[in-house]
């Protein structure tokens, strides 16, 4: 789909809401990519990230689907608005086995209050990318309510 | 529900596992109570898990939301099992806005190979807890594959 | 939970939806019972409800478990709005064996913009009832748009 | 993606199941393609499967996401198996306002014991398409117990 932004400064805001989440700091999440109704995050492999089986936690697969959604969202709508995750659903494909999650995420629809995006979560592995995850995502759009 | 164990040791099976997820100690997530059926998880406020505007970030919220009902699940399954998330979804209720996040999860259904969990999500501030988030999940037993 | 309705006539104003919908006298459901955040809808046993086994197909399982939330949510909603379901999220636990399907939803959250709710439905045979799903959905409330 | 189907009358059964399921008779639903991997089901507009503004009941829209996934998935199993839905999540983004519903559904991964799918629905009015919901959707395989 074709999507038309709000303002000229969408990415630069995006960016900026990005950087002010410490938790993507924590976990070294790397804000790859910002178009209108897309977005793509990165992590790579560190062992503090992991299940029991030394694989990316399912908490940090769900992270990455939610956050690309939100912010691709968030790459639709006005100014002074701020976005929320009102709920999402994700399966797991695959274990989360390899050295870089590789999340990306497109709006469906952009209505005036909610946006739907779809994630899906890949890990690569000796070079070769595989889908690991998939996610459907509802959020919702705070108007007047700037992000910081 | 009444739900019945498999074998004796089911309680020291799920600390084990926990104790073995490296992502569970980075966020200082607490495993504080299992029974047949049921889990608890906590983890006090840090501000390196947070979001854009200093809250629990989602993936947090997610990941407690995850983690309580695997564990759940894993509490009912047999002794030489392991337990994978399949798929979950997620409402997100009130922002993460305190000191304390408690998950707790409880079993709908215990079948053969699925297990179908619900869990809540309170966020504590000013030692009053406030719902925050609730999920239902879906988890596989894979027999005879040892969690370690 | 204890949620308070907007307006006296609330439970008038769910029956009055409900017998507009055209599906619902097609597949010969009851609304049953609706108090305030509450709604329990019935439907009999017809073989023209089935799936290929002779079941309660999976669409009529979800069509009851979704109406019933929607109408939980409508019970605590202004006179002049109506309500839309913005998403829902189905586990199927047993298969739809028996004579009647009991949908029961119950409001976990009744926001400004949005509503969430959980519904169980169950399956009666031999005068026994079973857990056969159990849904999490998220309704929408459109203030100033009368229902008819 | 590119599906290989396991035996080579995967076409002919997954007709025949559908054409089992009394519920598709009473909506007039027709089967309207079947590939490996994918399913495409139709429904034309009868005032009989409506909600209370008169537009296709959501029960309808997820009868018909949730069917043509579960299509999708059987036309990959095996000779002796059938299928059940384990969950599925459905938004709802457009009203359900024309004269044809079409839901689309592909297979994202075909496991040994799941399957996971994903659903478009299309609202046609005035001979144009619209995006009216979209769904993610579990499936089990049940080997050696066919389907009828």
Chains 1, 2, 3, 4 share one sequence.
Do not use: W
């Not at 694989?55 to 912010?71: Q, R």
């Not at 909610?114 to 919702?140: D, M, P, Y």
Request: with cysteine.
């Amino acid at each position: 789909m074709n999507f038309k932004p709000k303002f000229s400064d969408f990415k630069q805001k995006v960016e900026a809401s990005f950087h002010r989440q410490k938790f993507m700091e924590l976990i070294n999440a790397k804000l790859v990519d910002v178009k209108p109704g897309y977005c793509e995050i990165q992590i790579p492999y560190n062992a503090s990230l992991t299940q029991q089986h030394g694989f990316f936690h399912a908490g940090i697969i769900s992270t990455i689907a939610d956050n690309a959604a939100g912010y691709a969202a968030f790459s639709l709508m006005e100014e002074h608005s701020s976005v929320l995750t009102v709920e999402f659903k994700l399966n797991l494909m695959s274990p989360g086995d390899g050295d870089l999650l590789i999340g990306k995420a497109n709006v469906l629809k952009n209505g005036k209050t909610l946006t739907i995006c779809r994630s899906e979560v890949f890990i690569r592995k000796n070079g070769k990318e595989k889908l690991c995850a998939a996610s459907q995502t509802t959020l919702i759009e705070l108007k007047n309510k700037p992000d910081k």
